[in-house]
């Protein structure tokens, strides 16, 4: 199958699964809207704040929502097909993991300037605030691919997700909080901006061909 067959076969699919990603933007939404009512309405507390709650939001609502990247594909024999029909299984990874970046952190991105309302951040912040989750967050959903295609064939595997991807993503966490500090406070950020930005584009190069050749033994067992 052609990259454009493949992206409008899942493009499709994800659209047909719509309350399958409105879950983890719903989960967002009401922690960043909560969270400002359990603190307080201090605004140097909730400025202080913000950042990170916005931070810590986007990386659970996509931790979130891993859980349905691959087992379905299994379950139906969409993989089966792939892997009988000699399909590229790295190509296929990525057309599913670039559409379900565009539904999930692509959106949470986006929802992220409600920060201005909620947390009293200034615009420059909740710009820079959204750069940090474009730059890190396609890093962060390769690892939680990786986590969740190796325990695709458990029992349970959905609850171990969490418990591998985590660890490797906290880094990740303190980098992106970090970058927007920086420029709170007048100094140059770009160079984590950066480093964050290398390493999802090295992520989406590779992690693909790790998380196929998983998915494929995924299969055979």
Do not use: C
């Not at 493009?11 to 989960?27: E, I, R």
């Not at 296929?92 to 999930?104: A, E, K, M, Q, T």
């Not at 997700?161 to 980098?175: D, R």
């Not at 500090?181 to 190069?205: E, H, Y």
Request: charged share 5%; net charge positive; hydrophobic share 65%.
């Amino acid at each position: 199958m052609s990259f454009g067959q493949l992206w409008r076969r899942e493009w499709q699919v994800k659209q047909q699964g719509a309350v399958q990603w409105l879950y983890p933007l719903v989960l967002f939404l009401v922690i960043i809207t909560l969270f400002p009512l359990a603190v307080g309405s201090e605004p140097a507390l909730l400025q202080r704040l913000g950042v990170s709650a916005v931070w810590i939001a986007a990386l659970l609502s996509l931790v979130m929502g891993v859980d349905g990247l691959f087992k379905p594909a299994l379950d139906n024999g969409t993989l089966a097909q792939l892997v009988v029909a000699r399909a590229s299984l790295p190509l296929w990874v990525l057309v599913r993991l670039v559409i379900h970046w565009i539904f999930s952190s692509g959106i949470v991105a986006v929802l992220s300037l409600l920060a201005v309302p909620l947390f009293q951040l200034s615009w420059f912040e909740a710009w820079i605030l959204l750069a940090s989750i474009v730059t890190g967050s396609p890093m962060l959903l390769m690892l939680s691919a990786v986590a969740s295609s190796l325990t695709l064939s458990l029992k349970n595997g959905a609850v171990l997700v969490p418990l591998i991807a985590l660890p490797m993503q906290l880094p990740v966490l303190i980098f992106a909080t970090g970058a927007v500090d920086l420029f709170a406070t007048g100094l140059n950020g770009l160079p984590i901006l950066a480093l964050l930005l290398a390493g999802s584009i090295i992520s989406v190069l590779v992690m693909p061909w790790v998380i196929a050749v998983t998915l494929k033994m995924a299969w055979l067992n």
